[in-house]
């Protein structure tokens, strides 16, 4: 099983919600990732937790919140965001040298 | 820095016309080189993860290469189908990063 999965696939949300992105993977990697992708972009790189914790943050705003629950769930918490924001979120995860991407939320902030 | 840098930026091929797509890389210290599939809405697919230099690898009309300095994605006889976004990307010694090109965007016309 190479599966990353992500939820919801997409979600419109206005500029005062709250919503959460959601991750999953069950094949036991310790490194999970946030990368955000705008359209004929390549992905950035966002947050890295490695063994649950957060060990790569590449000066994100802080309307972005991810969390780690356990090693197999990964979360990114929305808040405020700007239309800016708008992408398709990708979850990853890696165990040495290979990174398995999930199919993405596509996200349109209002 | 490390730095990745794919060419050509779009590509159009007949049905048929073979042809490859470049990736040059500066690393620190190349712990693999990658190459993913992408189509329009969805994460990165995995293709292929190269090691070393001299390392060639093959799936179906797709061969990967790579040198000390770059790798080519050889494209066979290629199929409309093969149409996507084809990006790379290294994975180097300095922490627990991958680092994206900006992708090659192929269109093979029947």
């Known amino acids: 099983d190479t599966e990353v999965t992500q939820t919801p696939k997409h979600l419109v949300m206005g500029m005062t919600n709250k919503k959460s992105l959601k991750c999953e993977q069950h094949?036991?990697?310790?490194?999970m990732y946030w990368y955000k992708q705008k359209a004929k972009k390549p992905p950035e790189l966002m947050f890295v937790?490695?063994?649950?914790?957060?060990?790569i943050n590449e000066s994100v705003p802080s309307r972005f919140s991810p969390e780690c629950p356990n090693s197999s769930l990964l979360n990114l918490h929305l808040h405020a965001l700007q239309p800016e924001d708008s992408a398709l979120y990708l979850c990853?995860?890696?165990?040495?040298?290979?990174?398995?991407f999930g199919s993405g939320t596509q996200l349109s902030v209002l | 820095e490390d730095q990745v840098t794919q060419s050509p930026e779009a590509l159009r091929l007949q049905e048929g016309e073979s042809s490859s797509l470049n990736c040059s890389y500066t690393?620190?210290?190349?712990?693999?080189l990658f190459w993913y599939r992408q189509d329009p809405g969805k994460g990165p697919e995995f293709l292929f993860t190269?090691?070393?230099a001299g390392e060639e690898k093959e799936k179906e009309r797709l061969k990967a290469t790579l040198t000390k300095k770059e790798s080519f994605l050889h494209i066979t006889a290629p199929k409309p189908e093969d149409s996507a976004t084809y990006l790379c990307?290294?994975?180097?010694?300095?922490?627990?990063?991958?680092?994206f090109g900006t992708g090659t965007s192929l269109t093979v016309i029947p």
């Open positions: 990853a995860s890696s165990q040495g040298e290979k990174l398995f």
């Open positions: 094949m036991g990697h310790r490194a």
């Open positions: 937790y490695s063994y649950e914790k957060l060990s």
């Open positions: 690393v620190s210290g190349l712990r693999g």
């Open positions: 190269l090691y070393s």
């Open positions: 990307a290294v994975h180097s010694n300095t922490g627990n990063q991958f680092y």
